[in-house]
């Protein structure tokens, strides 16, 4: 549980930051985040075999996807998939991961943290329709 709070207690001052230099007030600010977030698996596992690597980059790779599509089409796909992620971590957890112990805990409070601040961000545009901006 501590993990998660200290996520928790990360991601809460890193979004005011955001939100208070207007880096947080844009998609591509939680594009970026969701590609960074998910490039961490990919380097933990590094130090191990070719098949874990090759998992954990594709994995990465669909969060990327998930953050292309996010920015380019359905912004509300960057909160929807930052919250998945910490799902992942659920999973990561259970299953043996090549990240530290204390890493899936972490990421869960941040991921979870940066997904409502990324709904509340990115809920409507200025037209007032929820999430369907078509061009950044």
Same mark, same amino acid.
């Given at each position: 549980?501590? @993990?998660?709070?200290?996520?928790?207690? /990360?991601?809460?001052?890193? $979004?005011?930051?955001?939100?208070?230099?207007? /880096?947080?007030?844009?998609? &591509?600010?939680?594009?970026? $985040? /969701?590609? #960074?977030?998910? !490039? !961490?698996? @990919?380097? !933990?596992?590094?130090?191990? %075999?070719? #098949?874990?690597?090759?998992?954990?980059?594709?994995? &990465?790779?669909?969060?990327?996807?998930? &953050?292309f599509y996010g920015y380019v089409r359905r912004p509300l796909v960057l909160p929807v998939a930052l919250a998945v992620h910490a799902g992942f971590d659920v999973g990561v957890a259970q299953l043996g991961t090549p990240a530290p112990s204390w890493?899936?805990? /972490?990421?869960?409070? #941040? %991921?979870?943290?940066?997904?409502?601040? &990324?709904?509340?961000?990115?809920?409507? %545009?200025?037209?007032?329709?929820?999430?369907?901006?078509?061009? @950044?």
């Amino acid at each position: 549980m501590e @993990p998660i709070l200290i996520g928790i207690s /990360l991601a809460v001052p890193f $979004l005011a930051v955001s939100w208070w230099t207007g /880096l947080g007030k844009e998609r &591509a600010f939680y594009a970026t $985040l /969701l590609m #960074a977030i998910a !490039f !961490f698996y @990919p380097v !933990f596992a590094i130090g191990t %075999d070719s #098949a874990t690597l090759a998992v954990n980059t594709s994995i &990465a790779a669909l969060f990327i996807g998930a &953050a292309f599509y996010g920015y380019v089409r359905r912004p509300l796909v960057l909160p929807v998939a930052l919250a998945v992620h910490a799902g992942f971590d659920v999973g990561v957890a259970q299953l043996g991961t090549p990240a530290p112990s204390w890493w899936a805990g /972490l990421c869960i409070g #941040a %991921d979870l943290t940066l997904a409502v601040g &990324a709904f509340l961000t990115l809920k409507s %545009d200025a037209s007032g329709r929820i999430g369907w901006r078509t061009r @950044p």
